[in-house]
């Protein structure tokens, strides 16, 4: 069946999206002991910084003395939502105008299937893997934190992966909407790493429609409340995205 | 045959940027029928074949398979459980194996037959564990035969089932083909390049040229119609100028005159006026059809 | 019972072969009164053709009084008289032919000649109207 095919189609960039952020979540586990015995023996002063980038340096060195924190700071707004950018368009790449490139497209037009079907499918099967790929690997913090005497809780695990998903899903929605546009796939890709940049260039400079301030989590970390604005922003963006991409490939001639 | 259409276009143009791939098609395909779909490369015959199957908008006029409309996206992919289709290059999932797009795509097909899939499998020698991407030419042909001929369909529509295979392989093919047809319901739509499978097994032709059809019907029909009339004279042929509906093409060289037609008895009567001294009348393949309906518009 | 495979360049229409044929099939013997002959799908099937031309033939053949279709049971030669007048109308006809081959070739005439002029003959000269039908 069609979630078959789809499976097979993004299989190895899935377990390789889930293998490489949890080995990489679990490694900063491990990171935290050595920033330990790191941080001290900077003796930077966190007191009066006089510049926003003394600030930052302040504040990432604040964040990063607790376990909790460090984890924020490394795992969630560094690691996790980067790489979640990058394996969510990876798996967000490919659909129908790819395959038209290989040349099977043909035959899976001749199926008794809308092309609706066809990208629901698949849509289906990515979002899943990008809920995967944004709950399983922050379930290693709990997981491992014990092991160098720390906690880490579950709560705290999940909440952060499901601002990871949605945040995923949108960039999933966008380089699969790129996909129906564009047969290679590179330019998807290439387009979707240059609209993150954008947002992290606006988020920067307005830090309200910070994008990756809800994939981090950060209202989360620092007061406990999910950012359901940012919620449901991205979920009406990432739907906008879908529904485009089903109108496009239904226009499509191939 | 049934009165039926099992394929329907009406007026049908299809653009792409500012090339009109099809100007005007007006293809009828009788349901029990094996139809041969002629024409030059670039002819239209793709660009006409995604059209009915929905991979590609109409820019004008409608097409109907199976009485569906073509680009009624949910009511066409119904009707597609009814159809089977190859393409011309015969591409399938390179990431399986055999034996995994059969898996694939029997559960799609109600009708599909497993002892068909068997029968099929042997053969056309196709081993379920080989991996798609290994796979010959031909051998892939024959895989994506297998996969339309089980699924009960009642119309193959094929583009070009036999290009790049042996005369062996051919021959299974076409022995497959028409082994497929049983009864009234069953309809085969197959464009080629190989004149001699259509006058083996087509009872239909249509003949494209510059996106419409040129020459379209019952090959005994067109048979009937097409003759060659040869006239010798004592003397020189005449000059006349012959005005009799269905000339297609005269030559005159010396004492001969000959005449291509397409409407026997008319060109006769206006030969006889001419007072040749012998006139023979003689049947015209189905290639020199072709061949002079794609070259009298130059 | 052996059909050879028609030849569909050769002009004459492959029905039409195909009813050639058996008529010869059961003028040598080969197939006799009250025996069947092969299915319509079947025999299409062996002989690569199209199964609607196979039924024009039988339909053909039927029509003639050769051959009797059994709803159900398939195609069987006719038990009685016209297959034995059959066989005898073309072995005249045999003879007549094999005569005016040899006459046309004593007067020199080349045998590629006078298979086009016997094509010609039948596609239908009009010296009196077209083929008959």
Redesign the interface.
């Known amino acids: 069946m069609l979630w078959q095919k789809a499976w097979l189609e993004t299989r190895w960039r899935f377990i390789s999206a889930l293998v490489i952020l949890t080995i990489m979540t679990g490694g900063n586990v491990w990171d935290y002991l050595a920033t330990q015995r790191l941080l001290p023996r900077l003796g930077i002063s966190t007191a009066q910084p006089s510049t926003p980038l003394e600030g930052y340096i302040a504040d990432a060195i604040e964040l990063q003395k607790d376990f909790r924190g460090f984890i924020f700071f490394q795992t969630f707004r560094q690691n996790l939502t980067q790489m979640g950018v990058l394996f969510a368009v990876l798996l967000g790449c490919g659909g129908l105008l790819a395959e038209a490139k290989k040349g099977s497209a043909l035959f899976t037009l001749s199926l008794p299937v809308t092309r609706r079907q066809l990208l629901g499918v698949r849509t289906a099967t990515g979002l899943a893997q990008c809920f995967a790929i944004a709950m399983i690997p922050p379930l290693a913090l709990p997981l491992l934190a014990p092991a160098i005497g720390q906690q880490f809780s579950i709560v705290d695990a999940l909440a952060h992966g499901l601002c990871l998903f949605f945040v995923a899903a949108l960039f999933y929605s966008l380089a699969a909407f790129l996909s129906t546009m564009f047969g290679d796939f590179w330019r998807p890709m290439l387009i979707a790493f240059l609209v993150a940049c954008i947002a992290a260039l606006a988020q920067a400079l307005a830090p309200e429609f910070g994008l990756f301030r809800v994939m981090s989590g950060e209202a989360y970390f620092r007061n406990g409340t999910l950012p359901w604005m940012g919620f449901v922003t991205t979920a009406v963006l990432a739907s906008a995205l879908l529904y485009s991409a089903a109108e496009t490939l239904e226009r499509r001639d191939f | 045959m049934s009165d039926r259409l099992a394929i329907a276009t009406a007026d049908l143009w299809k653009r792409y940027d500012d090339v009109d791939a099809l100007s005007g098609l007006n293809l009828q395909v009788p349901a029990g029928s094996i139809c041969g779909f002629l024409g030059r490369n670039g002819a239209g015959k793709t660009t006409t074949i995604k059209v009915l199957l929905g991979m590609a908008r109409p820019t004008k006029g409608s097409a109907h398979v199976l009485g569906v409309a073509a680009d009624d996206a949910t009511a066409a992919a119904a009707a597609r459980r009814r159809i089977g289709f190859v393409s011309d290059e015969k591409d399938l999932y390179d990431y399986m194996t055999v034996g995994e797009i059969i898996a694939f795509t029997r559960p799609f097909f109600p009708n599909w037959s497993t002892e068909l899939e068997r029968k099929y499998l042997s053969k056309f020698e196709l081993t379920p564990h080989r991996e798609i991407k290994e796979l010959s030419r031909g051998t892939r042909t024959k895989l994506a035969l297998l996969l339309v001929l089980c699924r009960g369909a009642e119309l193959l529509i094929l583009d070009e089932p036999t290009a790049g295979l042996d005369p062996a392989m051919a021959e299974d093919v076409l022995q497959a083909l028409v082994g497929h047809m049983a009864g009234e319901q069953m309809t085969i739509f197959f464009s080629s390049h190989q004149i001699s499978e259509i006058d083996q097994i087509a009872d239909h032709v249509a003949i494209i040229d510059r996106g419409r059809l040129v020459v379209a019907g019952a090959l005994d029909d067109i048979r009937d119609r097409y003759q060659r009339v040869q006239l010798v004279f004592a003397g020189h042929a005449p000059q006349a100028d012959l005005r009799a509906p269905g000339i297609i093409r005269v030559q005159r060289l010396g004492r001969v005159l000959t005449i291509l037609t397409n409407d026997r008895e008319a060109a006769l009567a206006e030969a006889r006026a001419l007072s040749p001294a012998s006139i023979d009348v003689a049947p015209v393949t189905l290639k020199e059809i072709f061949l002079e309906s794609v070259r009298t518009e130059e | 019972m052996l059909i050879l495979k028609p030849n569909?360049?050769s002009?004459v229409?492959?029905?039409l072969q195909v009813i050639e044929q058996v008529k010869h099939a059961i003028a040598t013997g080969a197939v006799r009164p009250g025996e069947q002959l092969p299915g319509i799908?079947p025999l299409?099937?062996e002989l690569?053709?199209?199964?609607?031309?196979v039924a024009k033939a039988y339909r053909e053949l039927e029509h003639e009084g050769v051959i009797e279709l059994r709803q159900g049971a398939g195609a069987f030669v006719s038990g009685n008289g016209p297959s034995k007048q059959d066989a005898e109308k073309l072995r005249a006809a045999q003879a007549a032919v094999a005569a005016t081959v040899e006459r046309l070739r004593d007067r020199g005439v080349a045998d590629d000649d006078i298979r086009r002029l016997f094509?010609?003959q039948l596609?239908?000269?009009?010296k009196g109207g077209?083929r008959s039908e």
């Open positions: 569909p360049a002009g229409p492959i029905y799908r299409a099937e690569v053709i199209n199964p609607n031309t094509e010609a596609a239908g000269v009009p077209g």
